[in-house]
Every structure is written in structure tokens, then in C-alpha cells.
């Protein structure tokens, strides 16, 4: 792996991108589990859960995959390359938002589309 000015290694931008996927897929898990028992708790109608499980297999983790090979596909000297930090940076704090938004927007969705009245 290439060395940076300092004597330390150069960032590698894939390991990088494929670390911040899987902590935004455990922030997303965890905060699309904590707003759907919240919404449960309210009377939301029981399919919520099952049907927020279901758009999390069928979208978020192929968005995150997108993220991942975006980034794996670089050869090992584009991988330590600091010239791309802010295309990382970009894809990171869209994947981030993604991870965060996503499930308060989801729960908001279900409840004016199956929230009791």
C-alpha cells in the first residue's frame, strides 16, 4: 500500500467506503427498529414492521451495495489516491443521510398512509 508524506499508509478508499456501508446498515437497522416500535406503540396497524423489513431487504441494501462497488472496483494505487477524497467524502455523507433519513421518512410515510385515526 502506498505511504503518505507522514510515513503513514495512504487511506485505502474501498476499505473505507465498505466499513462506513456496513455501520450505516447497523445505524439504519437500529434506527428503523427503534421508530417502528415507537410507531407500534401509537396503534400504528401491525403490518408496518413487516412491510418496513421488506423495503429494507428490497432497497437499502442494494443502495449501500451500489455505494461498495463504487468504491471496490479501484486498483490499488486509485484506492490510495487523496485526490478522491471528495468524491468519498460525497458518497459518504450520502450514504449517511440515506441511513438516517430513510427510516423517519418510511415511518412517516406509513403512518398517514396506515396510521389509526
Not at 68 to 87: F, H, K
Not at 99 to 104: E, G, K, Q, S, V
Request: aromatic share 12%.
Amino acid at each position: 500500500m502506498a505511504r503518505a508524506a507522514t510515513g503513514r499508509r495512504a487511506r485505502d478508499w474501498r476499505r473505507a467506503m465498505s466499513d462506513n456501508v456496513a455501520y450505516a446498515l447497523l445505524v439504519y437497522t437500529g434506527l428503523q427498529i427503534f421508530v417502528t416500535v415507537h410507531a407500534l406503540r401509537e396503534g400504528m396497524s401491525s403490518l408496518l414492521p413487516y412491510f418496513a423489513l421488506g423495503v429494507l431487504v428490497a432497497a437499502i441494501i442494494p443502495a449501500c451495495r451500489w455505494f461498495e462497488r463504487r468504491w471496490l472496483g479501484l486498483s490499488d494505487s486509485a484506492a490510495a489516491d487523496p485526490a478522491l477524497r471528495g468524491a468519498f467524502r460525497r458518497d459518504q455523507a450520502l450514504l449517511w443521510l440515506m441511513a438516517i433519513a430513510l427510516p423517519l421518512a418510511l415511518t412517516l410515510l406509513f403512518r398517514l398512509l396506515f396510521g389509526s385515526e
